[in-house]
């Protein structure tokens, strides 16, 4: 099955942006729609967004929308989610997700997963 790598979390300022990047391998990325999920410190796990198999259609969660993009490029097996205008409450780990279901707008879809990039966002 795929694995997924998270990567480009970091500490920014309220009002930066901030792209976050997911490297899938061991299995053939364009066969699995995509999603970005976040958990800030106790609360729990929160569905983003998701992706369809080739990237046409996108879902976000309305706490985020407007304010992130969700894309991938299938030729490099790469996920991406790019923050703008973020928020303290923005602060969380970042989670990258695969499904091999149609599903791709539900977050219980989702069956793997990346072990998470931090993201914090100081006032």
């Known amino acids: 099955h795929v694995q997924l790598v998270e990567s480009g979390g970091g500490l920014v300022q309220a009002g930066d942006s901030l792209r976050l990047s997911c490297a899938a391998t061991?299995?053939?990325?364009?066969?699995?729609?995509m999603g970005w999920f976040r958990q800030a410190p106790g609360k729990e796990r929160e569905f983003v967004g998701g992706?369809?198999?080739?990237?046409?259609?996108?879902f976000y969660t309305n706490s985020i929308k407007g304010r992130f993009t969700i894309s991938r490029v299938n030729a490099k097996n790469t996920l991406y989610l790019q923050m703008n205008s973020l928020k303290p409450e923005d602060t969380a780990v970042y989670y990258c997700a695969a499904t091999d279901s149609d599903n791709f707008y539900s977050g219980p879809s989702y069956n793997y997963w990346g072990q998470g990039t931090q993201v914090t966002v100081s006032a």
């Open positions: 992706i369809s198999l080739t990237g046409i259609s996108v």
């Open positions: 061991g299995s053939t990325f364009s066969a699995y729609a």
